[in-house]
């Protein structure tokens, strides 16, 4: 089952942040009746009305959008991204709707493009990549272009730069597919200074000139060579005939309105210049970071009532314009605030407030329609989720460079926040102004989870050297102070999960989770600043599934079995979730995991608000986040997923009433998004109906009919086994077969679990029996054993790939991994579930017809002579 289309169980409802590093990524789409803006944000452009203060989403993009323009109207609005799957879609600016999408216009996508004046033609530059040439011809002297412009005054000319270079591009006309070309050489001597890197070019209103921005803050001139033209040239190619600075620091944005030439640069200044590069006006006041965009309305500017008084007041006039800044703020300046005398009023107006670009960390208040945001770089944000404001924020200073933030958790009832920074601090704070409770500094590695119990008086750590550090609000003399109870090392792998949980009975446990397939559970009681953290059990999970996140299982329905269970949920890289109770502490069941992307790396529980059920939320390591219905049975009907993000999903948290989940990435943008769990339901519905008209729910989950009538002649096989093959009494089938014989159905269908796998799938039987409060099952149906097959399968086969690494990993001693046959035996004898002697040569025999090892095996062996000789795996031909 593919990904589904984005649908009401999920759907965008707010994002905060912009893709300010991206160039020209804010457009003004205000015309004197509306006030709108539109912006990228990661994959998706978001249009914002300031007057009602809601968004409205282009959302289409599997990859970060790396372009956007609107045509001169503003009534269609162009986005193009770059990557795999990439597109380039015309959207109705007024819908949102898209009105045509070009699938791959390129192979690789689109870096940059722009349109003509009227809107006729659309350039576009495509990404860079090997073989991959630029639309307009390849660049012969290989330096990738990333910014192009029509010239304004001839649609049949281009400017185009890369970091290095300038081309101009002509054609007797648009339609024409050859470009005639011409980069005009630049050299630093030539100015007896360094030149920096180019940025963006654009013509110079009215003239033949054109100009390009460089990162040292100049602009280069390009002017016709007229008769000063060396051999091999033309008149009218153009040269750098001027190197000047207008700006103390990089430019970041070049553009043109009307007669003017715009500049913004890191310094964070606007200013506008005449086609004589004399400047006219300037906007230094703004105090909103390094600017990336500045885009204007196409209104009269907000002064000028009527086109009369223009004369009246002042020769310069452009319309009402935005900018947006590095640091995500996007800021609304009335042109007409440069006549004004008080620099409070050239500040412009703050369209929205910025979201950190760095975000590693987002939690939902348990009891508000709040949250907290933490970036990398120290910074704090506490956001009122209704109105769409940051209400708090605070900073974290660093001693050493490349230190950062890493982690944040809210306590059960809101009242503190606890952040865990780089260098091993501990912040416990208030949540109303975030001023310190408490600091503590008990590790010098990284801190990169924390979980707070129930109570609020408990918070475990987990750091980047594999310990587990616990704090505690306990009495001191006449009052109570937070102390450092002790730390534990139990794990020697990453921590990949870390959390308290309510039992039934109402008392608190705490486990942590690692990359080494181990669980750990901490004797709270017997834990205190004189004896340290204490450990109640460790338990390691057979190999060679890596888990990847925990959580807390919800309550189970109410059956006599589980009303006293404790119930973890475990997901491991073979995108399979279980089910663990730390009471039998044995895995009860197991499930296969959405396979919409890659393992679950985040998982959480909630409640959907409408009818009170359980529901899991989660997020895998890149793009994807979504739903999955309680309890779990396995069936992919049964859950959701949808692209959230383009990249990395750092972050993921559900809203204290359930309505709401929360996603970040890394790119400084972050996406609410409206949850409606009957969608899912209904869904779920949907698909049972239609799996019992197709004569089984499992059967047709298994879509795989020649396996599904192999699996069926098995099963039937294995009642007549059960009965007595030579028996002479009538057969009496009665659609189930003896628990005993599930594995070797297994076996037959070429799943060959391990003995730990089929302790697994023994437990999972009596799991079934309790699910209808029965203490134990004896026969198992068809549907059974095809829901058993379904989820504890492997979801990919073992691989000569898979072989070859273990060949590596045990004969790291030979080139390439070669293993002496004695210690391949070795290996099989020692390591993973040890095969027995007599196992071996059963084995070897039925694969080779060969009893004894030194008959059967070579005295040295690879991957490949074991996989294919020995294994009998088909050789795959290189493609």
Request: proline content about 5%; overall charge negative; glycine content about 8%.
């Amino acid at each position: 089952m593919g990904l589904v289309e984005p649908s009401p169980a999920l759907a965008l409802n707010w994002v905060y942040g912009t893709s300010s590093k991206v160039k020209s990524s804010l457009i003004n789409l205000s015309d004197g009746h509306s006030e709108r803006i539109c912006y990228i944000a990661a994959h998706t452009g978001v249009i914002y009305d300031k007057r009602t203060r809601k968004q409205s989403f282009l959302q289409g993009h599997c990859n970060s959008i790396t372009c956007m323009l609107a045509t001169e109207d503003r009534t269609a609005i162009i986005t193009a991204d770059e990557g795999n799957e990439s597109m380039l879609v015309l959207w109705n600016s007024r819908s949102g709707n898209p009105i045509k999408s070009i699938p791959q216009a390129h192979a690789h996508g689109i870096t940059a493009m722009d349109l003509s004046p009227g809107g006729e033609w659309l350039a576009t530059v495509s990404a860079p990549a090997p073989g991959c040439p630029s639309v307009l011809s390849a660049i012969p002297a290989g330096d990738v272009q990333l910014a192009v412009r029509f010239n304004m005054n001839n649609i049949n000319e281009l400017i185009t730069n890369g970091r290095r270079r300038v081309y101009f591009w002509s054609s007797q006309h648009p339609t024409s597919r050859r470009f005639k070309y011409y980069s005009p050489p630049l050299r630093s001597k030539d100015f007896k200074q360094n030149v920096g890197d180019f940025v963006m070019s654009v013509f110079v209103p009215g003239s033949l000139q054109a100009l390009t921005a460089t990162t040292d803050g100049d602009v280069v001139l390009w002017d016709e060579q007229g008769i000063t033209a060396q051999m091999g040239t033309k008149a009218t190619d153009r040269r750098a005939s001027k190197l000047m600075r207008i700006h103390q620091q990089a430019i970041t944005f070049l553009g043109t309105i009307g007669d003017y030439i715009v500049s913004g640069a890191k310094d964070g200044f606007v200013r506008f210049y005449d086609p004589l590069l004399r400047i006219v006006a300037w906007f230094e006041d703004l105090e909103a970071g390094p600017v990336t965009s500045v885009s204007f309305s196409t209104a009269l500017p907000s002064k000028l009532s009527t086109a009369e008084l223009a004369d009246t007041i002042n020769r310069f006039m452009v319309p009402d314009f935005v900018v947006l800044t590095e640091e995500s703020r996007i800021v609304e300046v009335p042109s007409a605030s440069f006549e004004e005398f008080d620099a409070a009023k050239r500040k412009g107006v703050s369209v929205l407030d910025p979201m950190l670009a760095d975000v590693v960390g987002v939690v939902c208040h348990p009891h508000q329609a709040e949250l907290c945001v933490l970036g990398h770089c120290g910074s704090l944000q506490r956001w009122d989720m209704v109105d769409h404001i940051c209400v708090a924020r605070r900073s974290f200073t660093f001693k050493n460079p490349g230190e950062g933030a890493n982690t944040v958790c809210y306590s059960r009832d809101g009242s503190l926040l606890v952040v865990g920074l780089d260098a091993g601090y501990v912040y416990i704070m208030n949540t109303a102004d975030l001023t310190d409770v408490h600091a503590a500094r008990n590790t010098t590695a990284a801190i990169l989870m924390i979980s707070m119990a129930v109570t609020g008086g408990v918070v475990a750590v987990a750091d980047s050297n594999h310990q587990v550090l616990l704090y505690a609000y306990l009495p001191y003399k006449h009052i109570k102070r937070w102390e450092f109870v002790g730390k534990a090392k139990v794990h020697h792998a990453a921590i990949v999960g870390l959390c308290f949980g309510e039992t039934p009975s109402g008392s608190t446990r705490l486990f942590s989770l690692g990359a080494d397939a181990r669980i750990v559970e901490y004797d709270l009681q017997a834990s205190s600043p004189t004896v340290g953290l204490k450990i109640l059990y460790h338990q390691d999970f057979a190999p060679p599934d890596v888990p990847t996140a925990l959580a807390f299982a919800p309550p189970m329905p109410y059956f006599k079995h589980f009303s006293t269970q404790t119930l973890l949920l475990i997901a491991d890289d073979a995108y399979k979730i279980k089910l663990y109770s730390p009471d039998q502490r044995a895995c009860v069941c197991t499930y296969l995991g959405p396979t919409f992307s890659g393992p679950l790396q985040q998982l959480t529980t909630f409640k959907s608000p409408n009818t009170n059920s359980a529901f899991l939320a989660y997020a895998t390591a890149e793009r994807v986040v979504g739903l999955v219905g309680w309890p779990m049975d396995g069936d992919p009907s049964n859950s959701l997923g949808l692209i959230a993000h383009p990249g990395l999903v750092s972050s993921l948290a559900i809203s204290y009433d359930g309505r709401r989940l929360v996603t970040s990435g890394p790119d400084g943008t972050l996406g609410v998004w409206s949850v409606s769990t009957q969608a899912l339901e209904s869904q779920t519905q949907a698909a049972a109906a239609l799996h019992a008209a197709a004569g089984g729910r499992w059967a047709a989950v298994l879509d795989n009919p020649e396996l599904l009538e192999q699996l069926q002649d098995y099963f039937y096989y294995a009642q007549v086994r059960a009965q007595g093959e030579d028996t002479i009494e009538p057969r009496n089938i009665q659609g189930t077969v003896p628990v005993s014989m599930v594995p070797d159905l297994m076996r037959a269908a070429g799943f060959y679990p391990s003995n730990a796998a089929i302790s697994d799938i023994m437990h999972h039987i009596s799991f079934v029996a309790q699910c209808h409060d029965m203490d134990k099952l004896h026969h198992v149906d068809l549907e059974t054993f095809l829901m058993l097959y379904s989820n504890h399968r492997p979801l990919f086969d073992v691989s000569t790939e898979d072989i070859t690494a273990a060949f590596v990993a045990f004969g790291k001693e030979a080139p390439g991994g070669r293993m002496h046959r004695d210690k391949l035996l070795a290996v099989l004898r020692q390591f993973g579930e040890a095969v027995h002697e007599d196992e071996i040569a059963e084995s070897l025999q039925a694969l080779t017809g060969e009893e004894r090892a030194e008959a059967a095996l070579p005295p040295l062996l690879d991957a490949q002579v074991f996989a294919n000789e020995i294994l009998g795996f088909e050789e795959q031909e290189a493609s």
